[in-house]
């Protein structure tokens, strides 16, 4: 009877230690942890990862640049990142590929107690987590449609993440920082000032994007499926139980419920999430031209289909039956 029961066990047991062993490993790396980037967290801590036969990891990085690096490397699968950081490394020769997309630009530009307009801002000190790179150079660009030209009219000053904006705008060592949301919301109800929304002026921003290195994601085509229909479900969850989602974006990124619910509302509305993660090409458009502005690109501007493969997005969509 003993052996009996022990073969009935094993019997169970072994079609789950067979799909433990069959996970692949597929480390991910992000370049910061935000609201945009929710439906990767959601994937990974709902095991949306897992149903798909993958053992994801999802690495925190310092910025842009180390996931980039480390995509090059061979040591994440996947990074998911802003996009100027993708177009330099392809740039540079290296075969990196957008294969999805992320978030559109959510920021507006917050001043402090006394600034309210972007005239206000002539002459001061504006703080960025960033000097170099990404939101930098969409902010250098917004002031310079607004009539500000760098560094005549004012200095940008690297302060970091958006707690260290809040503290730096609340000490006046900076006047102004651009902020996403919901974090943006927060500086509002904090009492600081929405100078303008930088959606507004370029709405169509692709701010962010899921990339690979283009020779492994094509010896690995069903993994990067997977990967892709993961995201995919984990996202449509989010416009299919707000209430629930609301839930994992207050715990999973220290919110209050109520920034946690403004902010799903306001990506789901303005759709900057792209229902499908399309990659629109007039978006990324946009980042392209601001790019090759800001550093110097010689020659004429590539077009944008130069850093993209949409065929493992395509192919998660067909299996999911949503195309």
């Known amino acids: 009877m003993k052996r009996t029961s022990s073969a009935l066990l094993l019997v169970f047991l072994l079609p789950a230690l067979g799909l433990a062993q069959e996970r692949v490993k597929f480390p991910v790396g992000v370049s910061s ?3 945009g980037y929710g439906h990767l967290w959601a994937a990974w801590r709902l095991k949306y990862f897992e149903r798909e036969g993958l053992d994801v990891d999802v690495v925190l990085m310092r910025g842009t640049a180390p996931a980039v690096q480390a995509m090059i490397a061979g040591s994440i699968s996947a990074g998911l990142v802003a996009n100027d950081g993708p177009i330099a490394a392809v740039e540079q020769g290296m ?3 957008m294969v999805a997309s992320s ?3 959510t920021h507006m530009l917050i001043g402090g107690k006394n600034y309210k307009t972007w005239e206000d801002l002539r002459g001061a000190t504006i703080g960025s987590s ?3 790179s990404g ?4 902010l ?3 002031l310079k449609v607004k009539g500000l030209e760098y560094p005549r009219d004012y200095k940008l000053l690297n302060v970091g993440g958006t707690t260290s904006a809040f503290a730096a705008m609340s000490a006046g ?11 943006a919301f927060q500086a509002q109800e904090a009492g600081f000032n929405v100078i303008g ?9 692709l701010l962010s994007a899921y990339s690979v290195r283009r020779s492994w994601a094509e010896k690995n085509r069903p993994r990067v499926v997977h990967f892709l229909k993961a995201v995919l479900l984990a996202k449509k969850w989010f416009e299919q139980d707000r209430k629930a989602a609301t839930e994992f974006l207050a715990k999973e990124f220290e919110l209050k419920p109520s920034l946690a619910e403004k902010g799903l509302d306001y990506y789901l509305t303005n759709q900057a999430w792209h229902p499908e993660l399309d990659i629109e090409m007039d978006g990324l458009k946009t980042v392209v031209d601001i790019y090759a502005e800001q550093t110097g690109m010689k020659g004429a501007i590539p077009s944008p289909e130069k850093y993209v493969d949409m065929s493992y997005l395509k192919q998660a969509l067909k299996e999911l039956g949503w195309r």
């Open 103 to 105: 978030s559109k630009l």
């Open 130 to 132: 960033t000097l170099t």
């Open 197 to 205: 929304r930088v959606a507004d002026i370029f709405p169509n921003y």
């Open 95 to 97: 075969d990196i590929a």
């Open 33 to 35: 942890k935000v609201l």
């Open 140 to 142: 250098r660009r917004a």
């Open 135 to 138: 939101t930098a150079f969409v």
């Open 173 to 183: 060592q900076i006047a102004a920082a651009m902020l996403a949301v919901p974090n």
